[in-house]
T-cell receptor, first 112, second 112 residues
Framework: GENVEQHPSTLSVQEGDSAVIKCTYS??????FPWYKQELGKRPQLIIDIRSNVGEKKDQRIAVTLNKTAKHFSLHITETQPEDSAVYFCAARPSGYSTLTFGKGTMLLVSP | NAGVTQTPKFRVLKTGQSMTLLCAQDMNHEYMYWYRQDPGMGLRLIHY???????AKGEVPDGYNVSRLKKQNFLLGLESAAPSQTSVYFCASSYGGQETQYFGPGTRLLVL
C-alpha cells in the first residue's frame, strides 16, 4: 500500500517568513495530493490540493508543488501569520482508489 | 446544512465496555470514512464505506466494526473497549471516491 513520509515534524518561523513542508510517497500510481490544516482542537480542513497532471498550484499565500519523478510534493506558505499556526497534514491517493494515506503531520508555529 | 456531525463529542469508557459512535452527513455523499488520530501518528483509516450497505477495512480495523444502514449515517462500534483505543475519532465524507473529504468535529474517547 501507499506510504507517506512528512518532514519536518515541527517547524518554527517568525511572522513574515516562509514555511515549507515536504512529503514523499511510495506508490507511483498516486495522482491526488491534498493538504489539510488542523487547528488545535478542531477538525482537519482542506486548504489546497494538486493532481498529477499539474506541477504547481497556488492560492494566495499558499502553494503546492509536485515532482512525480522524485515522488515528492511540498507545501509552501509565504508571509506567514500567527493564524497559520496549526498542524498540517499531507496525503496521497492512488489512481482508482477512494482512500487517502496521510503523513504524520507537521506542527507549524508562527511567532509574532 | 450542518455538514458532517459526530456524536458524542467526548466519552469515557471502562475496559471491556462497548459503545457506538455516530457520524451523520447531510450532503448526500456516497463515501464515508472513520479515522483515528493519535499523537505523532497522523490520521489512520479504520473502516470506510463506498455506499449504503457497503463497508470495507482500512489500515487499522482490528477491534472495530461499522455499519452503513442509511446513506447519511456511518456507525463505528467498539465491542470490547481497550486502553489502546483511547484516541480522537474523526469521521469524513466525500461525494465520490475521487472527491474532497470533509471531516466531522471529532469524538474524543478515553478508555480506562
Amino acid at each position: 500500500g501507499e506510504n507517506v513520509e512528512q518532514h519536518p515534524s515541527t517547524l518554527s518561523v517568525q511572522e513574515g517568513d516562509s514555511a515549507v513542508i515536504k512529503c514523499t510517497y511510495s506508490d507511483s500510481a498516486s495522482n491526488y495530493f491534498p493538504w489539510y490544516k488542523q487547528e488545535l482542537g478542531k477538525r482537519p480542513q482542506l486548504i489546497i490540493d494538486i493532481r498529477s497532471n499539474v506541477g504547481e498550484k497556488k492560492d494566495q499565500r499558499i502553494a503546492v508543488t509536485l515532482n512525480k519523478t522524485a515522488k515528492h510534493f511540498s507545501l509552501h506558505i509565504t508571509e506567514t501569520q500567527p493564524e497559520d499556526s496549526a498542524v498540517y497534514f499531507c496525503a496521497a491517493r492512488p489512481s482508482g482508489y477512494s482512500t487517502l494515506t496521510f503523513g504524520k503531520g507537521t506542527m507549524l508555529l508562527v511567532s509574532p | 446544512n450542518a455538514g458532517v456531525t459526530q456524536t458524542p463529542k467526548f466519552r469515557v469508557l471502562k475496559t471491556g465496555q462497548s459503545m457506538t459512535l455516530l457520524c451523520a452527513q447531510d450532503m448526500n455523499h456516497e463515501y464515508m470514512y472513520w479515522y483515528r488520530q493519535d499523537p505523532g501518528m497522523g490520521l489512520r483509516l479504520i473502516h470506510y464505506s463506498v455506499g449504503e450497505g457497503t463497508t470495507a477495512k482500512g489500515e487499522v480495523p482490528d477491534g472495530y466494526n461499522v455499519s452503513r444502514l442509511k446513506k447519511q449515517n456511518f456507525l463505528l462500534g467498539l465491542e470490547s473497549a481497550a486502553p489502546s483505543q483511547t484516541s480522537v475519532y474523526f469521521c469524513a465524507s466525500s461525494y465520490g471516491g475521487q472527491e474532497t473529504q470533509y471531516f466531522g468535529p471529532g469524538t474524543r474517547l478515553l478508555v480506562l
